[in-house]
């Protein structure tokens, strides 16, 4: 790795102050996206600023109305392993538990893994081809070259990577809240509203500036929170990013459902919700899957994928089905 | 920019380090980007963690940081500064080997050996988190409390993914395991 500093602290607001003044500062808590950037110098921070000892940021808190709080510090074995996650939203511990190995998943932070970066092949390639995601004006290898990972949804000429996280899936499903300190102060920021679409600035992945730092992820009380599935379909069937994945909840009347959520991994440069199927769902009996394809498919009229990838579409779809069909029964 | 007086603070390039390695104290000069890993092989010669894909990638460098398994290549030596690792080098005790050091060669768990001493901290750390009650992918339902007895061998294989084997002995890596447990 390149030469730089490493500094540690316990106090969030000198954190904070030493990020936003300091282009070259970067933080890191399990540092396992952060040094895979820096090995295939992706990233070349100057500073690190350790940020692990800050404190009351890796809790876990049950909310008395339903809902979790999950700081930023905490890990993502523990998250996955708590009991109260593993009931409330069975869909968030296991996006948890199909994403990376045991050992990434001890040291990994839920801050940190919603701040990972693609894996698209070309923005980690050390030889840097042409991406405008590491070098903006440079180019998009992957927009003509091989896609088949790549976007079927929401990708522009300048960038068709996709984000790799697969909580960020299940949070985007349930409408999650992720709380962030800045120099201002703190705000709250919708998670769907979290990741950004690549547009003509796909260097920036997310909303945050400089001096912002995710702090927790709240998750509301969800009437489809305990009926909820993550399914991740992969090349190998452990220890692999998805090609797609879906993470669904719903609530039931009989056999009829209420409400469902909805959202795919591995087809955006963002979660992508599948609101039009969410609406269309509304009333279709579980157990009538030509009925529910239907309505999925709605979600899908948009798709538009590459040349290598159009496999995508009907697999996302028939996982959303499957994963649907999955989180119904554990009503 | 901030830095604390609780350790790691930099000095001429070079941080101050003290680790506790297999029940000693272990003090070392490290610069910033010294991994953990390299550390432990190349300053304090621990060379039973291996160095495999330097990528997080194949676990074969998998040591345990406060009891819990971690990847040594992908951490920095002046992170864990006060932190307690044990490696392959710790794991026996009274000259005896561990029971899934043991259990490895009654099963013949490996043939190059280069990924055994990552797979059987692995191995280790996993057994003692199946018996906290953690689930896994393999889990049907996570809703439910795990206990050992649910350590199937599809069980194994999914909690063991993160370490490769290029030699494929994975069939007798899994009965290695599965016998530890029996015997633990």
């Not at chain 1, 040094?35 to 600023?49: F, I, T, V, Y």
């Not at chain 1, 993550?230 to 993470?247: P, Q």
């Not at chain 2, 194994?156 to 599965?178: K, Q, T, W």
């Amino acid at each position: 790795m390149h030469p730089f500093s490493l500094s540690r602290t316990d106090d969030i607001a000198k954190a904070i102050a030493a990020h936003a003044m300091d282009g070259q500062v970067a933080f890191i808590a399990g540092g396992t996206d952060l040094l895979g950037l820096m090995k295939d110098r992706a990233a070349l921070p100057e500073r690190l600023l350790d940020i692990n000892g800050l404190p009351d940021l890796a809790r876990i808190e049950a909310l008395p109305n339903g809902g979790l709080r999950i700081g930023a510090l905490a890990r993502m074995s523990e998250v996955a392993a708590d009991m109260e996650v593993r009931r409330r939203f069975p869909v968030i511990a296991e996006s948890l538990l199909f994403a990376a190995s045991g050992q990434l998943r001890n040291m990994a932070s839920i801050g940190g893994n919603l701040m990972q970066r693609t894996r698209c092949a070309y923005f980690r390639d050390d030889d840097a081809p042409p991406c405008n995601k590491r070098r903006p004006g440079s180019g998009c290898s992957a927009r003509h070259g091989l896609n088949r990972n790549h976007a079927i949804f929401g990708w522009s000429d300048a960038c068709v990577a996709t984000n790799p996280s697969d909580v960020a899936v299940a949070f985007a499903a349930l409408d999650a809240i992720v709380h962030v300190r800045g120099l201002a102060g703190d705000r709250s920021i919708s998670f769907v509203d979290f990741h950004r679409l690549p547009d003509s600035t796909p260097e920036r992945d997310n909303v945050l500036g400089r001096g912002d730092l995710v702090v927790a992820v709240e998750v509301p009380a969800r009437v489809e929170g305990c009926a909820s599935h993550y399914l991740k379909v992969r090349d190998r069937e452990s220890y692999e990013f998805a090609l797609v994945s879906v993470a669904a909840a719903v609530a039931v009347d009989g056999k009829h459902i209420r409400s469902a959520r909805l959202a795919v991994g591995g087809v955006a440069h963002k979660p992508w919700r599948l609101a039009a199927a969410e609406s269309a769902l509304r009333g279709v009996p579980l157990d009538e899957a030509v009925t529910l394809s239907a309505a999925i498919a709605q979600s899908f009229a948009d798709a538009g994928p590459l040349a290598h990838n159009g496999f995508k579409v009907e697999l996302a779809k028939r996982a959303a089905l499957r994963a649907l069909q999955i989180a119904g029964a554990r009503k | 920019m901030s830095e604390s007086s609780s350790g790691g603070d930099l000095r001429d390039g070079v941080v101050e380090v003290t680790l506790t390695i297999n029940g000693r104290a272990c003090k070392l000069a490290a610069e910033p980007r010294m991994t953990l890993l390299d550390a432990l092989r190349e300053e304090l010669l621990l060379t039973g963690t291996k160095k495999g894909c330097d990528r997080g990638e194949c676990g074969a460098c998998t040591v345990h940081i406060e009891g819990r398994r971690a990847l040594s290549c992908m951490t920095l030596a002046a992170m864990q500064d006060g932190k307690r690792i044990t490696t392959i080098e710790g794991l026996q005790r009274d000259d005896m080997l561990h029971p899934l050091q043991a259990a490895f060669i009654e099963h013949d768990g490996f043939q190059c050996g280069f990924c055994t001493s990552g797979q059987i901290m692995s191995g280790v750390a996993m057994i003692d988190e199946a018996k906290a009650g953690w689930p896994s992918a393999a889990t049907v339902d996570v809703a439910k409390p795990f206990t050992l007895s649910d350590l199937s061998n599809a069980e194994i294989r999914e909690r063991m993914s993160g370490n490769l084997c290029r030699c494929a002995c994975y069939p007798n890596i899994v009965d290695a395991i599965a016998n530890a447990v029996g015997r633990s």
